[in-house]
Antibody, heavy 120, light 107 residues
């Protein structure tokens, strides 16, 4: 069974940092683009970042560019999101999501999410 | 940025009825549109990709259509488990964007 399991969320003060992880299993992790998608409390879905299979192509939403860094370790089947200079508006459930194909496409597998709360 | 506008915001129907959800894009996305279902406290689930292809394990009562800027998700006969929030998503241009969602509630 294909699964994604996020971890690393928590409460952090404004200006602080967190590193999220997403452990993949049940599929060939290195063969698929991976993304982070977030959802603020009571709000809709917001795409955050994507990384290609070999980490050569990376994209960010304007709202996080320059503060967040996506990376992956294909040897560990793990996706990461380093979040710096956190703001209150970054408070959300963060999901990792697998692209349906090698390229960035629809997201066919999602993790259960990890909650990030930015507050003093 | 491609803006996706979903309508209606809320749809109130009864089990057994047909649901029609709309997603309109601010510019053409050819057929690169997906639909997701999200229930409270759960992650989204992919229903439809590339406008009209059902994802693995999705019941046949879910169907998608459209191209260009206008897309539709139809649930032919609502089951109790179908009441949820539905999102459309495009991947034609960066950034990837989602619609604001349609809440399908029990009448």
């Amino acid at each position: 069974e294909m699964q994604l399991l996020e971890s690393g969320g928590g409460l952090v003060q404004p200006g602080g940092s967190l590193r999220l992880s997403c452990a993949a299993s049940g599929f060939t992790f290195s063969s698929y683009a991976m993304s982070w998608v977030r959802q603020a409390p009571g709000k809709g879905l917001e795409w955050v970042s994507v990384i290609s299979t070999g980490s050569t192509d990376i994209k960010y939403a304007d709202s996080v560019r320059g503060r967040f860094t996506i990376s992956r370790d294909n040897s560990k089947n793990t996706l990461y999101l380093q979040m710096n200079s956190l703001r209150a508006e970054d408070t959300a459930v963060y999901y990792c999501a697998k692209s349906r194909t090698t390229m960035t496409t629809a997201f066919d597998i999602w993790g259960q999410g990890t909650t990030v709360t930015v507050s003093s | 940025e491609i803006v996706l506008t979903q309508s209606p915001a809320t749809l109130s129907l009864s089990p057994g009825e047909r649901a029609t959800l709309s997603c309109r894009a601010s510019q053409s996305v050819p057929s690169y549109l997906a639909w997701y279902q999200q229930k409270p406290g759960q992650a989204p689930r992919l229903l439809i990709y590339d406008a009209s292809n059902r994802a693995t394990g999705i019941p046949a009562r879910f169907s998608g259509s459209g191209s260009g800027t206008d897309f539709t998700l139809i649930i032919s006969s609502l089951e109790p488990e179908d009441f949820a929030v539905y999102y459309c998503q495009q991947r034609t241009n960066w950034p990837i964007t989602f619609g604001q969602g349609t809440r399908l509630e029990i009448k």
